[in-house]
């Protein structure tokens, strides 16, 4: 017998299961794209950028980007995150595998907790220390979708975020070093030397 088509495997589906995959792809996106987009809102709005003093004061590295950049790569970052969660959540649900999606969801408020611990309690070396756990779990979402039979491919939807979240830990670090001395701007706990 050969293979079922992906066609062939949607048109099996009766509606009620039609209606839960559309759903819980609504879910997803909302939860990635609508909570990236209230902490970009609000936090970034006032925390980061040119309407921030605090921000407008640090030193920054030659490599820091235009505050441009950062809502159109953010916006592209979470729907490849709420695809590839919900593709791996149409494959084991919430109680068949939960590992996958349980680092997904902690690395997901990780993520979302950052631009709080940086930008609002102005906390460099304590959000340089929690990028980086989030980024340690982004590689074992990474790893545990990639273990997902049938659904190997969500890794790769998470490999722009991995590359983006390793920019951002540079990034942070850099910005740290640069303002720790800065007496324009408090940074918050600073490590001694």
């Known amino acids: ?3 079922v088509s992906m066609m062939d495997k949607f ?4 509606r009620k299961e039609i209606l ?3 759903a819980g792809l609504a879910g997803f996106l909302l939860l990635c794209m609508g909570g990236g987009g209230v902490i970009g809102g609000v936090v970034m709005a006032k925390d980061f950028g040119d309407d921030s003093p605090w921000y407008r ?3 920054k590295p030659c490599f820091n980007p ?3 950049v950062f809502a159109p790569v953010w916006s592209i970052l979470y729907l490849l995150m709420a695809i590839s969660g919900w593709a791996v959540w149409t494959k084991t649900g919430f109680t068949k595998r939960p590992a996958p999606l349980i680092f997904f969801f902690v690395q997901l408020l990780l993520n979302f ?6 930008g609002t309690a102005k906390q460099l070396f304590a959000a340089f220390v929690e990028i980086v756990i989030l980024w340690v779990l982004i ?5 545990l979708f990639n273990s997902v039979k049938g659904r190997r491919w969500t890794h790769i939807l998470l490999l722009p975020y991995l590359g983006w979240v390793t920019f951002a830990s540079i ?3 850099n910005l740290y070093n640069l303002n720790k001395d800065n007496p324009a701007v408090d940074i918050g706990w600073v490590v001694s030397d």
């Open 171 to 173: 990034l942070n670090w």
């Open 139 to 143: 590689v074992i979402t990474i790893f």
């Open 11 to 14: 048109r099996s589906l009766s």
């Open 66 to 68: 235009p505050n441009e």
């Open 20 to 22: 839960i995959n559309v």
């Open 113 to 118: 907790v950052w631009p709080f611990l940086f």
């Open 57 to 59: 004061n640090l030193k």
């Open 1 to 3: 017998m050969g293979k």
